[in-house]
């Protein structure tokens, strides 16, 4: 576990923290270590989890932006509201270079100082994967900003945001200490987790 001096501190809703306490799920949260960074949510099994993860990010206080494909948000009510959430549409179809974007304003909210952490689902899909896309590691190396690695555990119904960690280039590296903060993590859909290693 990461211990740190919060720069960001919690700033959640009492009211939705007790409602989770209610719900029976336990969250492990001190805050952030910077004003800008990125954070990895897994396992990603279940649309139980965007349900889940909006209810942590209330209670934790998180001021994270996290992208969502764009196809979501062409419905007339689903769209506004992910917007209002703090959902940024992609096109997972395109090269638009939404890395690079986000890597520069990354840097630009380093310069003026502004809170920027961008929350990510690594494995892109609920459905089992052989990997995990690599965008959210490239924005994180790219920006030179920490990568919070969120745990969403539905065996112990735990939500953990205790580990920060810079990525040193060497992915392989990097992918297996991330691995083991992973380790012995149960999805909703436990056959749905992948390994957790970079596919491209």
């Avoid at 923290?17 to 897994?42: F, N």
């Avoid at 990568?147 to 065996?155: C, N, Q, T, Y």
């Amino acid at each position: 576990m990461s211990t740190f001096d919060p720069v960001v501190p919690p700033q959640g809703r009492a009211w939705v923290a007790w409602l989770l306490r209610v719900m029976g799920w336990k969250v492990h949260y001190s805050g952030l270590p910077t004003r800008q960074g990125v954070i990895i949510v897994a396992p990603h099994t279940s649309n139980w989890d965007f349900v889940v993860g909006v209810l942590v990010k209330w209670a934790m206080g998180i001021p994270a932006n996290f992208w969502a494909k764009n196809s979501l948000f062409r419905w007339p009510i689903l769209g506004p509201w992910l917007r209002w959430l703090g959902g940024v549409p992609i096109d997972r179809q395109a090269s638009t270079g939404m890395v690079g974007s986000a890597v520069q304003a990354m840097r630009q909210a380093r310069d003026t100082d502004q809170v920027l952490w961008i929350v990510l689902t690594p494995e892109g899909t609920r459905s089992r994967t052989e990997g995990w896309r690599s965008g959210f590691y490239h924005l994180a190396h790219g920006a030179d900003v920490p990568l919070g690695l969120a745990v969403l555990d539905f065996g112990r119904k735990e939500v953990r945001l205790v580990t920060f960690i810079r990525l040193s280039g060497d992915a392989e590296a990097d992918m297996g200490l991330i691995a083991q903060t992973y380790a012995q993590v149960q999805g909703a859909h436990p056959a749905s987790f992948g390994p957790v290693r970079l596919r491209g």
